[in-house]
């Protein structure tokens, strides 16, 4: 049994970190969170140890450590905004921990090679929840598309609909500057999907930004993919408005739909067996995502030149 300390508690993801902790038959001992609505909690592990100050929780860390060793905290998962994951990253290596960081990894490419030093310097490790690499359908996908011969790129078509209230602009997710803005929030797994699928990226061309859109145009070494993503209920198709549906998920791979919408349920669970083995997925992994995302952030949209995705046609009349 390993001991886990969490920092984000209160967030939308952390209650998947406290279920594969459970799951994997081990102990959350510490938890973080500047905001106490943590009840969750008790659902899981009741005994933790509870801080709304990182001084505090730096302390008792480090407490731990310097105690009796089975005591010890062995990973510290990472479930904070966007912003905050370099720093609490360097945090958990420095206190002789390795790290499980919820995506994104960082918001720039450049942070990655710092944390590759201080991994170097502690000899402790940063795994990253890459979860829809664990995802059979899509590892099934991957060795297709590897193992095939042919002399075009497939056309993909990627579309992620998911609806957020007056909430989301206000809070640190609608800053760009926190969360990486939309592409970053909200798509960077699928951009890593991607890459994990189609191999190396080779053009990233920009058509749309706003607060609550994206999309572009990304070529992969096998494959040509209009992306669109969104948290305006307004993109849902009416079909699926109508039925009440207020997500949208739809990737077509030449033109036939890639059905991966069950197995979510236990990706996490199945990314801490993998760490736990030690077969996580380390910084480098996550490089060709954080570039792609962080070249969205900066780029000039062109507007609806080239390949673009049809959704933008009822935003660019």
């Known amino acids: 049994m390993k001991n886990f300390a969490l920092i984000g508690a209160a967030g939308y993801i952390a209650p998947r970190h406290m279920q594969a902790i459970q799951a994997t038959h081990n102990d959350l001992v510490a938890v973080l969170d500047p905001n106490d609505s943590v009840g969750i909690i008790d659902s899981y592990f009741p005994n933790a140890d509870f801080f709304t100050e990182f001084e505090r929780f730096d302390r008792h860390i480090d407490k731990l450590h310097r105690g009796n060793h089975d005591k010890r905290v062995s990973y510290v998962s990472i479930c904070s905004p966007n912003y905050l994951h370099d720093s609490h990253m360097r945090f958990a290596l420095r206190a002789g921990a390795d790290a499980i960081c919820e995506k994104p990894l960082v918001l720039n490419p450049w942070n990655i090679d710092g944390l590759l030093e201080i991994e170097q310097a502690t000899g402790k490790k940063i795994n990253t929840i890459l979860q829809l690499r664990v995802h059979p359908a899509i590892v099934a996908l991957r060795e297709k598309v590897q193992s095939e011969k042919r002399n075009t790129k497939h056309e993909v078509d990627l579309a992620y609909i998911t609806s957020r ?153």
């Open 165 to 317: 209230g007056h909430w989301y602009l206000q809070s640190w997710k609608g800053d760009i500057k926190k969360s990486g803005g939309i592409a970053t929030n909200i798509g960077v797994h699928f951009f890593d999907m991607l890459h994990f699928i189609f191999g190396n990226l080779q053009n990233n061309v920009v058509h749309y930004t706003s607060d609550t859109r994206a999309a572009g145009y990304l070529e992969y070494e096998n494959a040509r993919v209009r992306w669109f993503l969104s948290v305006d209920v307004q993109d849902v198709p009416a079909t699926q408005l109508q039925a009440g549906q207020r997500t949208y998920r739809s990737i077509t791979i030449d033109g036939q739909e890639i059905e991966f919408s069950g197995g979510f349920t236990d990706l996490h669970v199945r990314s801490y067996e993998e760490i736990l083995a030690g077969r996580g997925f380390g910084l480098e992994a996550n490089r060709t995502a954080i570039e792609t995302v962080a070249s969205i952030r900066h780029a000039k949209p062109t507007g609806m030149q080239g390949d673009h995705h049809p959704f933008l046609n009822h935003l660019m009349v």
